[in-house]
T-cell receptor, first 110, second 115 residues
Framework: RKEVEQDPGPFNVPEGATVAFNCTYS??????FFWYRQDCRKEPKLLMS???SGNEDGRFTAQLNRASQYISLLIRDSKLSDSATYLC???????????FGKGTTLSVSS | DTAVSQTPKYLVTQMGNDKSIKCEQN?????MYWYKQDSKKFLKIMFS???????INETVPNRFSPKSPDKAHLNLHINSLELGDSAVYFC??????????????FGPGTRLLVL
């Protein structure tokens, strides 16, 4: 099993749609979880951290299920500017580095 | 003010050559990283340095040698370049070794093409 697995997509949605991305991770000892965003030909940037209780930042909601080793990201009211690749990220067993998923590509159209 | 900068942005070179990529961060962070993103967009860590000390060295060919002259700089030297080295190389930094899982700030990337 890969360390971090994501559905690569692409997800093609119209503006205003709600879209959900899922991610699973293999290391039950992971303690830190994030969603990063990477625009085409740009560097990854932190979108949000993911906490056990779930957390929301505007139109973005992240959830963590430790028992299932599953992380999700929900985007409501999609905007054209949300088009990007979303990377699921967890820390490694030693806690010294981040492990990135391959990313899920989102394309929002008008 | 660029937080993490890399040079060059693009690098096209022939097989067998030796090349270096430079990285600098002005965030005062203790920990710096090199990542490789291949053609399939998979981002994988190569090296991590904390305050000039190597703390992570993933299974990377020894043709790749990182060098950290001070904690604000982490350079990557590649010997005898191969076609498979073509990728985007990202430098990143984070506040400390104790919590590298804190936000990592990435440089803009260096696009390396080996012909």
């Amino acid at each position: 099993r890969k360390e971090v697995e994501q559905d690569p997509g692409p997800f093609n949605v119209p503006e205003g749609a709600t879209v959900a991305f899922n991610c699973t991770y293999s290391n039950s000892a992971s303690q830190s979880f994030f969603w990063y965003r990477q625009d085409c030909r740009k560097e990854p940037k932190l979108l949000m951290s993911v906490y056990s209780s779930g957390n929301e930042d505007g139109r973005f909601t992240a959830q963590l299920n430790r028992a299932s080793q599953y992380i999700s990201l929900l985007i409501r009211d999609s905007k054209l500017s949300d088009s990007a690749t979303y990377l699921c990220v967890v820390n490694n067993q030693a806690g010294t580095a981040l492990i990135f998923g391959k990313g899920t590509t989102l394309s929002v159209s008008s | 003010d660029t937080a993490v900068s890399q040079t060059p942005k693009y690098l096209v070179t022939q097989m067998g050559n030796d090349k270096s990529i430079k990285c600098e961060q002005n965030l005062g962070h203790d920990t710096m990283y090199w990542y490789k993103q291949d053609s399939k967009k998979f981002l994988k860590i190569m090296f991590s340095y904390n305050n000039k000390e190597l703390i992570i060295n993933e299974t990377v060919p020894n043709r790749f040698s990182p060098k950290s002259p001070d904690k604000a700089h982490l350079n990557l030297h590649i010997n005898s370049l191969e076609l498979g080295d073509s990728a985007v190389y990202f430098c990143a930094s984070s506040p400390s070794r104790a919590s590298p899982q804190e936000t990592q700030y990435f440089g803009p990337g260096t696009r390396l093409l080996v012909l």
